[in-house]
């Protein structure tokens, strides 16, 4: 049993701690018994019960997503983040996601903007209840309009224009750019990007991207009708590997260029039936974004400091260096 000391000792006692108070404030403005700042998380800290929500648009079965969410997974995993992810290709559904993270009190939202305008308002409720929010992949014109505290993505107007110039030194004449999620904003910036700089002629095709047969037929059914359409630009790894097919299918001798990449189609690459293909690194993408939320919160940085975006691509990979990513993209992580 504890036995209280006795008075004249409790008085000793009171006037040392006090004492001691009042050196360590005049010495250093360090805390004493646990009253000054005992909770803070101190700069560098392990992030241990930390929460951030990743909300992206990506659609059910799409590779690239995979790609993003194991970026993430990985910074979480090193920085002792407690990790959600959710998508949903439907802009409103996407906007129900982040409220919820908001609802569901977390430390951090990395999210997505396909469609900017629906994520406004819930970016606006998470500022409101002191949520930081960065985005990624999508909206890097839309990003600090609609509240975001960092960016992290290509810029994909001038990932476009570099295709463009692209072509142009392949000596491609008419290009057939696929799209295959109307109203999205990045793959629109892609396709009008090439056409900007592409001396040539350049039409957009508009696929069902969730069917991966009525694309190829959709593709397929183009260059039937249009034999001097010589080169297919989609945005999509499995986008690209479908072009392949449907260029077999309608006897075309067109070729095929993409956006993105993932391990077949590095091997689609390797054997000549791609081109090649703009890498914008979504592993990078979801890993920095997460990573970025926890220095914020951990050590106040801002990457870009608030005013400009952190670019991820575009890097071109072709047959002459598809080598070099080969391995990562087996692994999973290209």
């Known amino acids: 049993m504890n036995t209280p000391p006795p008075p004249h000792a409790a008085g000793r006692l009171a006037r040392l701690a006090a004492l001691a108070s009042a050196v360590c404030l005049l010495v250093s403005g360090c805390s004493v018994l646990g009253t000054n700042g005992d909770d ?7 992030g241990a019960g930390m929460k951030v929500a990743l909300v992206t648009h990506g ?3 799409d590779a ?24 949903d290709a439907d802009p409103l559904a996407q906007a129900d996601l982040v409220r919820k993270a908001v609802r569901d009190k977390v430390d951090g939202i990395a999210v997505t903007l396909a469609k900017p305008a629906a994520m406004r308002g819930p970016v606006a409720q998470a500022k409101a209840a002191g949520i930081p929010v960065v985005g990624l992949n999508s909206g890097i014109d839309a990003w600090r309009p609609t509240g975001l505290l960092e960016y992290f993505g290509q810029n994909e107007s001038v990932a476009g224009r570099a295709v463009g110039d692209k072509l142009d030194d392949l000596k491609a004449k008419h290009a057939l750019c696929v799209v295959h999620e109307r109203g999205n904003v990045a793959l629109e910036a892609r396709c009008a990007g090439v056409r900007n700089t592409f001396r040539g002629d350049t039409d957009n ?8 047969n009525a694309v190829t037929a959709t593709i397929a059914s183009r260059l039937r009708q249009d034999s001097s359409i010589d080169e297919v630009v989609t945005l999509g ?11 077999r299918q309608a006897g075309s001798g067109a ?14 690459v390797r054997r000549g039936e791609v081109q090649f293909a703009v890498d914008q690194q979504p592993y990078l993408q979801g890993y920095l974004a997460v990573d970025a939320l926890w220095l914020y919160r951990t050590n106040g940085n801002i990457s870009g400091g ?22 990562f993209a087996a692994a999973g992580t290209r």
């Open 205 to 212: 095709l508009y696929v069902d991207g969730s069917d991966m």
């Open 306 to 327: 608030g005013v400009s975006p952190v670019l991820t691509g575009p890097a071109f990979v072709t047959r002459s260096n598809v080598s070099a990513v080969a391995r």
């Open 255 to 268: 070729k095929v260029a993409t956006f993105d990449l993932n391990k077949d189609l590095v091997e689609a």
């Open 59 to 61: 659609g059910k079965g």
């Open 40 to 46: 803070a998380e101190p700069a560098g800290g392990s």
């Open 64 to 87: 690239f997503w995979d790609l993003v969410r194991r970026g993430a997974e990985a910074a979480a995993a090193k920085d002792g983040i407690d990790l959600t992810y959710a998508s």
């Open 237 to 247: 790894a499995q986008y690209g590997l479908s072009a392949v097919k449907a260029v």
